[in-house]
Nanobody
Framework: QVQLVESGGGLVQPGGSLRLSCAAS????????MGWFRQAPGKGREFVAA????????DYADSVKGRFAVSRDNAKKTVYLQMNSLKPEDTAVYYC????????????WGRGTQVTVSS
């Protein structure tokens, strides 16, 4: 089993930045892909970004390309989502997910962290 805990959400003004963290624990050796998803009020969950645990180029949704960046700290088993130039439409609950497979089938999910972009 893998446990995922997100942190770093909050209220930010349009144009601002936030960095989300996702700390993984448990049986992390099998993780192949880490992903970020979000769900806005009244909408379905959508893909934001994915990171190959073994390296490679991250994958991003078109809506966040050039503004969001994924990185990781191997020692801390933590993946980060740096979000810049935030827009009101980025407001959502952000979830971290892990897959033991590549292509990803996300087996494990965190509980989410709220990001609100508003003036």
């Amino acid at each position: 089993q893998v446990q995922l805990v997100e942190s770093g959400g909050g209220l930010v003004q349009p144009g601002g930045s936030l960095r989300l963290s996702c700390a993984a624990s448990g049986v992390t050796l099998r993780i192949r892909v880490m992903g970020w998803f979000r769900q806005a009020p009244g909408k379905g969950r959508e893909f934001v970004a994915a990171y190959d645990w073994n390296g490679g180029t991250p994958d991003y949704a078109d809506s966040v390309k050039g503004r969001f960046a994924v990185s990781r700290d191997n020692a801390k088993k933590t993946v980060y989502l740096q979000m810049n130039s935030l827009k009101p439409e980025d407001t959502a609950v952000y979830y971290c997910a892990a897959s033991n497979y590549n292509p990803a089938i996300y087996n494990y999910w965190g509980r989410g962290t709220q990001v609100t972009v508003s003036s």
